[in-house]
């Protein structure tokens, strides 16, 4: 049965994702990571009586490579959060480092584990990640995820509301693809199931585009300055991680949106490149997991002219996004000696 491992355990994220991964029967070790606060956090959830034992780890000295050590699944919800007026962009600056440091612990102690990013931004942060691999000859395409099931979760609900049915909301299924902030949020609504009624209006469809597009920032400016969203999020994340739990277990057929480097599928991501009509590195699109990551990242499938153009308004953003990541890594690597 496996480990899953916690970064950021003590935060607003990491404490309720803790907690939905204590009550879950998937996993049998559970190991936390904070630069604070984690032995209260530990001690609290040993307390709850199911499968998984809880170990809890701060630095300095080996905390990190502790915490990680026969990790099979990580989580990472390490870093600040947004305050009202900041995009998630305004986060590189002091996430960038942070989320370096955890994949050169996770790169040397456990290679082999399945990332799950949380950590914003996200089209940056998932680069990074994968270039630290890559430098440590550890890259495994299959293995890193960028966790985007909250926009998905957020599409669920918003489009059950417009259907009259907010009940409904489980049973409702929007592919959301792109990226993770903004206008590279693209929810896929023509293939919403159940559909949209054939008569939604243009303004109707542009105002659930907005508000999946720009959900993160409806909770930042209700917390006002206390954070962004934690609970949805720690739901999302936990959501997803149970995903990869069941494909490692050996399920079949789970399919799950995630953002990845699209070199995890067999055939390098190219049908999704020859349906955007341009190669990206990063994407997020619906993938089937499978024991060893991602199996098989699915096509996009029929798009209107009116998500084409929401595609085509995304591309520019991620790739400034992506290309801000991979080069905090590789302008930072030492020169390769000429080979004379
Ligand atoms: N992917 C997504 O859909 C979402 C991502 N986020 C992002 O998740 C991140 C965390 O958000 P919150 O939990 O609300 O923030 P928070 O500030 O409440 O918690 C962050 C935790 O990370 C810890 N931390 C900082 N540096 C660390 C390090 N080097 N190693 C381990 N832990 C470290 C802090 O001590 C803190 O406990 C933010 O970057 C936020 O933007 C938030 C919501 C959704
Ligand atoms: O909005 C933020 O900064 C946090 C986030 O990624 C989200 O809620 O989708």
Known sequence: MPKAVVLGAAGGIGQPLSLLLKASH?????????????????????????????????????????????????????????????????????????????????????????????????????????????????????RLFGVTTLDVVRAQTFVAEVQGDGRNAPNVTVPVVGGHSGVTIVPLLSQSQPPLAANTSEEKLKELTHRIQFGGDEVVKAKDGAGSATLSMAYAGAEFAFKVLRALGGEKGIISPSYVHLSADANGGGVIHKELGRPVEYFSAPVELGPNGVERILPLGKVTAYEKALLEAALPELEGNITKGSEFITAAAPAKPANL
């Open 26 to 142: 998937l996993i049998t070790e559970l190991s936390l990571f904070d630069i604070v606060n984690t032995p209260g956090v530990v001690a609290d959830l040993s307390h709850i009586a199911t499968p998984a034992q809880v170990t809890g780890y701060l630095p300095p000295n080996d905390g990190l490579v502790n915490a990680l050590k026969g990790a099979d699944v990580v989580v990472i919800p390490a870093g600040v959060p947004r305050k009202p007026g900041m995009t998630r962009d305004d986060l590189f600056r002091i996430n960038a480092g942070i989320v370096r440091d955890l994949a050169k612990a996770i790169a040397t102690t456990s290679p082999k584990a399945f990332v799950l990013v949380i950590s914003n931004p996200v089209n940056s942060t998932v680069p990074i990640f994968a270039e630290v691999f890559r430098e440590h000859g550890v890259f495994d395409a299959r």
